[in-house]
């Protein structure tokens, strides 16, 4: 589909899916199972070392930001380069605002957070560590929710293809 000059897909490409679906696994491993950060984090606070299992976990969890902040800036890239689908007809305008919105900030924090803690990390800015453990994550947490809440809302209430667009095409 067009609109003036500029190409709107009818759907997101294979590619854009997949780097989607594996930001989104990864996300949610760093979410719900930040253990190993966080015992390195208390270690350090308390005892101003961490031990090597201790380093070993927390290292897991900074390369899935790692991970996370490459496939998002693919995520961007191809973006740019393929387009996005438009958004459904039956979105009323107010909505489609707040998705637009609620995007960039998605973007903007899976960016920000992994940035966030290599400076915690890797650089030992506690400020930037409380940061990226108490306020983004909270922040990404409610904007998560509110993703998964406005794709369920176009499946069941607007039955539009939003959510089959991200996942099967």
Do not use: C
């Not at 003036?4 to 199972?33: C, D, I, K, M």
């Not at 350090?44 to 496939?71: E, K, M, P, W």
């Not at 992994?114 to 409380?130: E, L, N, Q």
Request: no cysteine.
């Amino acid at each position: 589909m067009t609109r003036g000059a500029t190409y709107y897909p009818a759907s997101f490409s294979l590619a854009q899916r997949v780097l989607h679906w594996l930001t989104a696994v990864l996300v949610f491993f760093n979410l719900l199972l930040p253990d190993g950060m966080n015992e390195w984090r208390k270690a350090i606070r308390r005892a101003g070392s961490a031990s090597t299992d201790q380093v070993a976990s927390a290292n897991i969890h900074a390369y899935v930001g790692f991970a996370i902040i490459a496939l998002v800036i693919l995520r961007l890239i191809l973006r740019s380069v393929q387009g996005v689908p438009p958004s459904p007809p039956e979105e009323p305008a107010l909505f489609r605002l707040g998705a637009k919105a609620a995007h960039a900030a998605l973007y903007v924090l899976l960016i920000t957070m992994p940035i966030s803690g290599v400076a915690a990390y890797y650089f030992g800015y506690g400020v930037a560590g409380d940061l990226h453990a108490d306020v983004l994550k909270v922040i990404l947490w409610i904007l998560v929710g509110a993703h998964v809440l406005g794709a369920l809302v176009h499946h069941f209430y607007w039955k539009s293809d939003v959510l089959k667009r991200m996942t099967m095409g």
